[in-house]
């Protein structure tokens, strides 16, 4: 399952997020790292959600867990307190117990057939911290990050970071330890410390004297719908198909990929057992001489859907050069799987992007070396797209052997109409609710104090419905936590791709951000940090993360911790018509509206025939005036509506304006 992750099946591009993310999930970390549920060794006496350095959360009773015989007495202590409870007929225990007073280190004893003690334990506030790759992204990764790593000595500071997990059905428990905060701890890139979560944490340090455990539950390309629950997902109607599908699956016992493409395979690829038609040694006698890039026609399938093998045997020199070696496959529709020597080297569905995959070491030897790859097309012009120069294996010390040229093929699926095509082609964790199932329902009902939420880059092709269904994942985790309406913080999308001049029709992005905007100030308890002016128009992971882990500290010291602090940039409150022109106001304007820049940009008009104008816009007595001289009677206006835009207004606190897109008197 190595894969380089899309946010899209179709519409907008993400060529830079691939280029950034192809070598970590190319070289196999992730198709390493995923545990499958059925996997799990025997269920524990404590749930590994606790352990020694972890922070309990104050003000409220803490839901301590784990597994030991039917009807045996547990009994949990922790300072002054004690609580009792009888394991239930499948051998789950469960105490409630009172936290002792904010600090520590205090110690957890927890006695019953068994005795375990956890160790520097503070007491304090915990932040779930949930999303795709921005969430994941590690300290060392964000600007100046070597700089924050050597400075990141904070002991009151703890984090957990889930290890990503799929299942079908709800897990039992997750994997991961307790870390204390410290450059030894926060130095790790891939699988680290979130730099969002850590740059919250460090300006909460600063603002509220307690201490904060941060538990990092993310995993990178991975929709909303797949952190939220087959129940929560249902009265949508949106998710039945594929819902029924991954039912079907578990009830067949089928591998828990957590992907529909890889099942595809299963049922239909004939290779894909056990990999046979990629192991060295395998016949190919009846396979046909094909030329690469091509080989469909000689196979029969120039134009119709198909799953083709190709192989070829190389010579690599003795002593192999040290080095990292690569794969370089160039542009492939629609999905294609890389062997080398009968290892699985790299996969990807992304089409846009050129396939580059790390070899792992170990996989390349001295002599013959069979090369394998899997090609599922989809188009007539499907197949291997790029010219022949960009197919080539590079060695260690950046010797180029080229790859095009004779290979030997063989049709594995002719998947014409009407044999059935993958429900989807993303090769990770996409499946609705598996990710839910492996990594929300094990650790609730974990006492904490709310969820920041850094997602939304894999459900921007479906803006309008993520107004219903991120409402839906907010309330399904307050559900599993039960713990009321706890806050739930969101980071509105970053600037990504190149600038419009001209005023898109449409923009996916742009339409996301009002959704999450729309939710934020929708549900209960709820936040929004805007990102709109730290992006990259060339990295879909922008470095700037500081910025928005105090931003979120903003929202939680003004919303939750009572702390008089501006939280908000300027957001829209009225507009008003003026002869040519619209009048708007704004709340949040903590200082004054600021623009920086020489004048407010990137807003927009349109008048009846809803053709989108550049207009003007005046700061005038704390408000804005927009104008064009192509929209005499505007009936909606925009500011920063694309998916690179221009930021250029702000509130006095250095907080940049919420984007909107609103029509006259809405």
């Not at 931003?551 to 008089?564: D, P, Q, S, T």
């Amino acid at each position: 399952m190595n894969t380089i992750n899309p946010f899209m099946k179709s519409g907008i591009l993400f060529a830079a997020f691939r280029r950034s993310l192809f070598a970590f999930f190319a070289c196999g970390v992730l198709a390493s790292g995923v545990l499958r549920a059925a996997d799990q060794a025997p269920l524990p006496f404590v749930s590994p959600i606790f352990g020694d350095a972890m922070v309990l959360q104050r003000g409220k009773p803490n839901t301590l867990w784990g597994w030991t015989k039917p009807g045996a007495e547990v009994r949990v202590t922790v300072g002054d307190h004690t609580a009792r409870s009888v394991a239930q007929q499948d051998g789950r225990w469960s105490v409630a117990i009172e936290p002792p007073p904010v600090g520590g280190p205090y110690t957890i004893v927890i006695d019953g057939p068994q005795r375990v003690e956890l160790r520097d334990v503070l007491v304090g506030d915990v932040w779930l911290c949930g999303g795709q790759s921005n969430m994941e992204m590690a300290l060392v990764d964000a600007r100046n990050g070597n700089d924050e790593v050597k400075a990141a000595d904070h002991p009151q500071i703890r984090f957990f970071i889930v290890r990503p997990q799929i299942a079908y059905a709800p897990a039992s428990t997750v994997q991961g330890s307790w870390k204390v905060c410290s450059p030894e701890t926060a130095a790790q890139r891939w699988g680290g410390l979130s730099a969002v979560g850590y740059f919250f944490a460090r300006r909460l340090r600063q603002d509220v004297d307690v201490p904060i455990g941060l538990v990092q539950d993310a995993v990178g390309g991975t929709p909303a719908e797949s952190w939220t629950s087959a129940e929560a997902l249902r009265p949508l109607k949106d998710f039945d198909q594929n819902l029924d599908e991954l039912a079907r699956l578990r009830a067949n016992h089928a591998p828990e990929y957590g992907n529909f493409v890889t099942h595809w395979y299963d049922e239909y690829d004939p290779g894909q057992k056990d990999n046979a038609w990629a192991q060295p040694g395998f016949d190919e006698t009846d396979w046909k001489p094909v030329t690469v890039p091509g080989g469909f026609r000689e196979l029969g399938v120039p134009e119709t859907p198909a799953v083709v093998y190709f192989r070829r045997t190389i010579e690599l020199p003795d002593p192999l050069p040290a080095g990292m070696a690569m794969i370089r496959l160039g542009v492939v529709e629609r999905m294609d799987t890389a062997f080398i020597n009968g290892r699985q080297v790299g996969a990807s569905s992304w089409v846009e992007n050129p396939r580059v995959y790390r070899i792992p070491e170990g996989t390349l030897k001295p002599g013959p070396n069979q090369i394998t790859i899997r090609v599922l097309k989809t188009k007539p012009d499907g197949g291997f797209m790029s010219k022949p120069e960009d197919l080539k294996l590079v060695l260690g010390d950046k010797t180029e052997i080229p790859l095009a040229g004779a290979w030997k093929a063989k049709l594995a699926v002719d998947a014409r109409p009407p044999h059935p095509l993958p429900v989807g082609y993303e090769n990770w964790p996409v499946m609705p609710a598996v990710l839910y199932n492996g990594m929300i329902a094990p650790i609730a009902p974990l006492a904490l104090t709310g969820a920041l939420w850094y997602q939304g880059e894999a459900n921007a092709s479906h803006a309008q419905q993520y107004r219903t269904l991120l409402p839906a994942m907010i309330a399904d985790w307050r559900r599993s936590f039960g713990q009321g309406d706890f806050p739930f913080y969101i980071v509105s999308l970053a600037a990504f791709m190149q600038h419009k001049d001209t005023p898109p029709e449409t923009d996916g992005w742009a339409e996301l951000r009002g959704a999450q905007d729309f939710v934020a100030h929708s549900v209960p308890n709820s936040g929004l940090a805007v990102a709109i002016d730290v992006g990259n128009a060339d990295n879909i992971h922008p470095v700037d993360k500081k910025e928005v882990g105090e931003r979120l500290a903003l929202i939680a010291l003004a919303k939750h911790y009572g702390k008089k602090v501006p939280y908000s940039g300027p957001r829209l409150a009225s507009v008003e018509r003026l002869p040519n022109a619209l009048r708007l106001t704004f709340t949040h304007t903590d200082g004054g509206l600021i623009v920086k820049g020489e004048q407010p940009e990137e807003f927009a008009l349109c008048g009846e025939d809803r053709v989108w104008h550049r207009a003007h816009g005046k700061i005038v007595d704390d408000t804005v005036v927009v104008s064009s001289s192509e929209v005499l009677n505007p009936v909606a206006v925009r500011y920063a509506w694309q998916s690179n835009p221009k930021a250029t207004l702000f509130n006095g606190a250095g907080l940049p304006a919420i984007p909107f897109e609103t029509e006259v008197g809405r």
